[in-house]
Nanobody, 116 residues
Framework: QAQLVESGGGLVQAGGSLRLSCAPSIKILIFKVMAWYRQTPGKQRELVASISVGGISHFADSEKGRFTISRDIDKNTMYLQMDSLKPEDTAVYYC??????????WGQGTQVTVSS
């Protein structure tokens, strides 16, 4: 069973930066899209950013200009670079991947806490 392993979460002050990593247990190029979602208690999981197999990225409006999504095919890893972090970015961040046969995989989540 394929797995997604996230890392890079933690505690940071407002205005700071963090980089999240997502390493699949299988080749990254079998996924037609990979994405980062986040969730806070009592709220639905929301899309933060996505990147297609062709490298086209998409961001939620609130993250445009602050977050960057990328992938390193050689390292088989996807990244989310988060700059100018705000307290409202505090959430559990989840890596998501969808195969060409529409099989969806989720990571276990990594906590990001931004203090004011």
């Amino acid at each position: 069973q394929a797995q997604l392993v996230e890392s890079g979460g933690g505690l940071v002050q407002a205005g700071g930066s963090l980089r999240l990593s997502c390493a699949p247990s299988i080749k990254i190029l079998i996924f037609k899209v990979m994405a980062w979602y986040r969730q806070t208690p009592g709220k639905q999981r929301e899309l933060v950013a996505s990147i297609s197999v062709g490298g086209i990225s998409h961001f939620a409006d609130s993250e445009k200009g602050r977050f960057t999504i990328s992938r390193d095919i050689d390292k088989n890893t996807m990244y989310l670079q988060m700059d100018s972090l705000k307290p409202e970015d505090t959430a559990v961040y989840y890596c998501n991947a969808v195969t060409f046969s529409n099989y969806t995989i989720w990571g276990q989540g990594t906590q990001v806490t931004v203090s004011s």
